[in-house]
């Protein structure tokens, strides 16, 4: 047996088996590989011949089998505007000032019905950890309605309660109606906490903090949530350094660009991850890497909106944690956490060349790098035995694989388009033959389309 199986293994829940190539971790990968599964925890995994015994097993026969991936970043609720004419073709801000004014309709059937949607799209992605930063709050609650869904699918999710407390009145970019005041964000803020958050290992719940942007709080509520994160020990979550405009905004109101801002809110640490981060400059991604500060790298949407791109390259060599996140599904208009680790891949080789990215370096990003993002690297984003049982068995379909015979992690990524055939989260399996196995999503997608014709004022 291998090294990390030759104690037999028993009462196996779950056996994944028969893989065309196990991808363990970064430095471990295993043809013919299985994955024993027991209690959602791995327990082993092992060359074709020694599998155990299993109540349950599911053939991999000829596909990829990794770590489930790893979603950094997202607006789940943006998926009920998805794609809207108006907003399409317009910079960041105008982006902004054009749906702020439809997410104010957000209540919590809203905010229940995207997730579920949402969860099950990230699912049939590949997709078995998801942050979520949820920055509207026209009425209370609506974090709540996340968790809901999140628990009725167990789905592996990290909620982000986000604020914005400076509206247009008050010098920043949103209306009136999605805002709150600093006393709102921060008692919900800990309620939030004390009532859903899950320090024990193997959490499926839990929460972090995240005022939206530099445009839309104040620096009193920027220091006020760092303070409250280390008071219970959350992680800290906001957009840092995404298009010029910020930089000219701080520069303007607080005499200093976004990154000095940042960190004298106190926010520079091991604690915090940001998403985007395309403008820093030298110094500022040096000071950002020795903090420890991780970085959601968000192809698509940057790439959709024009607003440049991280230099992820660099980043990764500096030592900063950098992961991958879909972000807003009315920016990016989809939730394939696949689609952005391709765009990663081409991203990486178009700004640096064939040699700077490779889909094994990809992977790593949405599994490993996406885990220390959310400060969970000890058990998800990889398959030792121990590690939460989040996988992915991925299926490409025969023609789109006529040829690639040599290279299974290369021809996931650049033969495609790829889809999980089952996913696995916390030992359940949620994605059978493609299709997500959630008995509430028929209502929910009636419900959801209910919902979105009303918030873009469609009728029918």
């Not at 291998?2 to 994944?16: F, G, K, M, Q, Y």
């Amino acid at each position: 047996m291998s090294a990390a199986s030759e104690v037999p293994v028993r009462n196996v829940e779950l056996l994944v088996r028969d893989a065309d190539l196990l991808v363990v971790d970064g430095e471990r990968e295993i043809r013919g590989g299985w994955v024993a599964v027991t209690g959602g925890r791995v327990t082993a995994v092992g060359t074709a011949g020694n599998e155990p015994e299993a109540d349950t097993t599911v053939s991999a026969a000829g596909r990829l089998v990794t770590p489930g991936l790893v979603n950094t970043h997202h607006h789940i609720y943006q998926n009920l505007t998805r794609s809207y004419a108006p907003a399409v073709n317009g910079t960041l801000f105008d982006w902004l000032t054009t749906l702020y004014p439809l997410w104010a309709a957000l209540d919590e059937e809203a905010a229940y019905v995207s997730a579920y949607v949402g969860m099950a799209e990230l699912l049939m992605g590949g997709c078995t950890t998801s942050s979520d930063h949820l920055y509207v709050h026209p009425r209370p609650r609506l974090v709540d309605a996340e968790i809901r869904a999140a628990r009725d699918i167990g789905f592996r999710f990290h909620a982000t309660r986000g604020s914005m407390t400076r509206s247009v009145e008050d010098g920043g970019l949103p209306p009136k109606s999605v805002t709150q005041s600093i006393d709102e964000v921060l008692a919900d803020s800990e309620r939030l906490i004390k009532a859903h958050h899950d320090p024990e290992p193997g959490a499926l719940i839990r929460v972090a903090l995240a005022p939206c942007s530099p445009f839309s709080v104040t620096r009193e509520v920027m220091t006020a949530t760092a303070e409250l994160a280390e008071r219970h020990d959350v992680r800290l979550h906001t957009h840092l350094a995404e298009d010029h405009d910020e930089d000219t905004y701080c520069l303007e109101t607080y005499g200093c660009r976004p990154v000095e801002y940042f960190e004298d809110c106190g926010w520079m640490s091991d604690r915090t991850w940001v998403a985007h981060c395309i403008y820093p400059n030298d110094a500022e991604l040096r000071r950002l890497a020795d903090a420890g500060v991780g970085v959601a790298h968000c192809p698509s949407s940057n790439m959709l909106i024009g607003g440049g791109t991280a230099r992820v390259r660099e980043m990764r060599e500096l030592g900063l944690p950098v992961g991958i996140g879909c972000d807003g599904s009315a920016s990016t208009d989809h939730a394939s956490l696949w689609m952005e680790t391709r765009g990663a891949l081409l991203l990486g080789r178009y700004r640096g060349g064939p040699g700077a990215m490779t889909a094994r370096d990809a992977l790593d990003m949405a599994t490993r790098g996406s885990a220390r993002c959310l400060g969970r690297a000890d058990e998800i984003g990889h398959l030792r035995p121990g590690a939460c049982a989040d996988l992915v068995v991925w299926d490409l379909h025969e023609i789109a694989l006529a040829g690639a015979l040599t290279d299974p992690v290369e021809a996931w990524l650049r033969c495609g388009p790829a889809r999980a055939w089952t996913t696995v989260v916390a030992g359940r399996v949620l994605v059978d033959r493609g299709e997500p196995v959630l008995p509430g999503l028929r209502d929910a997608l009636r419900d959801h389309g209910r919902v979105a014709r009303r918030m873009q004022g469609i009728d029918g």
